[in-house]
């Protein structure tokens, strides 16, 4: 349930980027966060504070709530790409 009501009010999202030769190097620049970090910073800043305490997932035995994952993604640690895909593999972001 969760699910659809914030997946269907994310709008689209794209990552500025250039890429371009100089001097005989190529070039790449890149603004903003990675996507699922993006959606999961919407998704996550539109859930209601009571519902950021419920379980989302289960990473190795732990359990993670809204507020844990928020914690480890904004703090970009070697847990966070693990969470963010689990999250996208199950459609919340």
């Not at 539109?46 to 844990?68: A, G, Y």
Request: proline fraction near 3%.
């Amino acid at each position: 349930m969760l699910r659809k009501i914030y997946n269907a009010s994310l709008p689209s999202i794209c990552i500025n980027s250039l890429s371009f030769l100089r001097e005989g190097q190529a070039l790449l620049w890149m603004h903003g966060m990675s996507d699922a970090k993006e959606r999961f910073l919407k998704v996550y800043a539109n859930i209601p504070l009571n519902v950021r305490e419920e379980i989302i997932l289960v990473l190795d035995d732990k359990p993670i709530t809204w507020n844990v994952a928020y914690v480890e993604v904004k703090n970009d640690t070697k847990n966070a790409k693990r969470i963010l895909d689990a999250l996208v593999e199950m459609e919340l972001i």
